[in-house]
């Protein structure tokens, strides 16, 4: 997990690949170079830690959200319709959305965003230590003191978010229809100086297979053989990151969806994806 990813890099980095020139840790060991050799195992130590943790974080919780992502879209067909109608409307039927295509899908936007807020895989988020004595609002905070953010109190604030159990992209949309400054993922993934390395990569992952799948796919709840619908209600397997437990559901093509568009696609994207996790790495 930590060792490959780590090699494949130094892999591109001996080949002169340009996919390492932009690579976090292609950068730190170029910058080692100069460093003393007792010094360099400590330094490599600490870097394949750190892209370690960046692309593990952001692959447990991408995962996760997407179980969520794929709940609310069995509960909530009308969301699913309106962003479906959405890509249609501004990407059209013959081509599939891409990060280009990202600000003028601002419904998708707040679809990734309700996403993120409706069932929070990460509820307590990352805890934190004070580095010094601090006093907030009242309280004293020693020195080291581990300081626990509720992460899920705040995506359920009904002040904040009325109707918070309830799945609303609507909520992220202004009155002229433009995404609202309410961001989630400001908050989601950790606060501060120590917010979690892997937001970035997370949050356009998230993003570009949501996207993919409401172009591409029709959600619905799964029937019996009877052809009556299999009602269920949803739990979740808690932990550090909490997940939707299997639930049934319908899985199907959109009717305008043929293989060729999909395989030319997939091409691209794994193309696009080897150079974005390189990157990450």
Not at 124 to 147: E, N, R, W
Not at 173 to 199: H, K, M, V
Request: aromatic fraction near 10%; glycine fraction near 4%; charged fraction near 20%.
């Amino acid at each position: 997990m930590a060792d490959m990813p780590f090699g494949y890099v130094q892999q591109h980095m001996a080949n002169g690949s340009l996919l390492a020139q932009s690579s976090m840790v292609a950068e730190n060991l170029q910058r080692m170079e100069t460093q003393e050799e007792v010094l360099k195992p400590v330094f490599e130590n600490a870097l394949k830690k750190a892209a370690t943790t960046a692309i593990i974080a952001s692959y447990e919780m991408t995962a996760a959200t997407l179980m969520v992502f794929f709940l609310a879209m069995v509960l909530y067909p009308e969301v699913q319709k309106r962003a479906q109608a959405e890509i249609d409307s501004v990407v059209g039927k013959e081509q599939l959305p891409t990060f280009e295509d990202r600000a003028s899908l601002p419904y998708i936007d707040a679809v990734v965003r309700e996403t993120w807020r409706w069932q929070l895989v990460v509820p307590l988020g990352v805890s934190h230590a004070t580095s010094s004595d601090d006093v907030y609002d009242g309280y004293f905070i020693p020195k080291g003191a581990i300081i626990t953010y509720n992460t899920w109190g705040i995506t359920q604030d009904e002040k904040r978010y009325p109707n918070a159990s309830n799945f609303i992209p609507e909520r992220f949309i202004d009155s002229n229809g433009a995404l609202t400054s309410d961001e989630p993922a400001q908050y989601i993934f950790s606060l501060g100086r120590r917010i979690c390395p892997g937001w970035y990569n997370a949050d356009s992952s998230v993003w570009a297979a949501i996207a993919t799948m409401l172009a591409t796919l029709n959600i619905s709840s799964a029937k019996d053989d009877q052809g009556k619908v299999i009602n269920f209600t949803p739990k979740f397997i808690p932990g550090v990151i909490r997940c939707p437990a299997t639930f049934p559901c319908s899985i199907s093509m959109r009717s305008h969806i043929h293989s060729d568009l999909v395989d030319s696609w997939r091409t691209a994207e794994f193309e696009r994806r080897d150079s974005s996790l390189l990157s990450m790495v």
